[in-house]
């Protein structure tokens, strides 16, 4: 079975049931084998993986949403695709991304897969989709088929492979920390909120300047 396969397992498995390491276990988190260079060192980051058929990651978007207002935090959202399949999920984010729709859109795609069913497999379902949603079909079409779509595409799948992303919902802070709900540390919304707080006021304090510089 391959690696993509596997996620594809991750994924189908209960909030609180998603696999751990030992060292993930007491709190919550664990450094990620690759971390990656963040646009600004400055302002809180969070990268979200996620995939328009995880029913926690309809739950936990807005409320992260929310959790970054309150800490003025970045939030990146990652679409992953476990397999070639989904490709066609991961551009739909990004052309929405591009258009400045994704904000606005992104509960109404959770809802097209989770409850309409739609499976978003094929280019023209997509398309047909965000035509429905009031967008141009010519302007959202040469922005899905897009170079630069493509290019983000590819950079999402480099991302999930260097954080070792094994399922979704999971979040990355300041391209180092890896937070996996189903820990012990994350068994619920408000504990996995909690493990963010922390790592959180971690960041503020690495940001903070040593004594008599």
Do not use: K
């Not at 909030?15 to 990620?32: D, K, Q, Y």
């Not at 990656?36 to 809180?44: E, H, I, S, Y």
Request: hydrophobic share 45%.
């Amino acid at each position: 079975m391959d690696r993509r396969a596997l996620l594809a397992t991750a994924v189908l498995l209960p909030w609180g049931a998603a696999l751990a390491t030992a060292s993930t276990v007491e709190h919550g988190w664990r450094e990620v084998p690759a971390p990656q260079p963040v646009d600004d060192p400055a302002q809180l980051h969070v990268t979200e993986f996620f995939w328009y058929g995880c029913g926690h990651c309809a739950t936990l978007d807005p409320r992260l949403q929310d959790w970054a207002r309150r800490h003025h935090a970045r939030i990146e959202r990652v679409p992953m695709a476990f397999t070639s399949r989904y490709e066609p999920q991961q551009r739909l984010y990004y052309a929405l991304l591009a258009l400045g729709r994704a904000d606005a859109l992104q509960p109404r795609v959770f809802a097209a897969v989770q409850r309409a069913h739609r499976r978003f497999d094929a280019r023209d379902s997509v398309i047909d989709w965000a035509v429905h949603e009031g967008l141009s079909r010519q302007a959202f079409a040469e922005v899905y088929d897009s170079f630069a779509v493509g290019l983000r595409v590819r950079r999402a799948d480099q991302l999930a492979r260097s954080y070792a992303i094994d399922a979704v919902p999971s979040l990355v802070v300041q391209g180092r920390w890896l937070v996996v709900p189903g820990t012990p540390a994350t068994s619920s919304v408000d504990r996995l909120f909690a493990v963010l707080d922390e790592l959180a006021r971690r960041v503020a304090a690495q940001r903070q300047p040593m004594p008599g510089r």
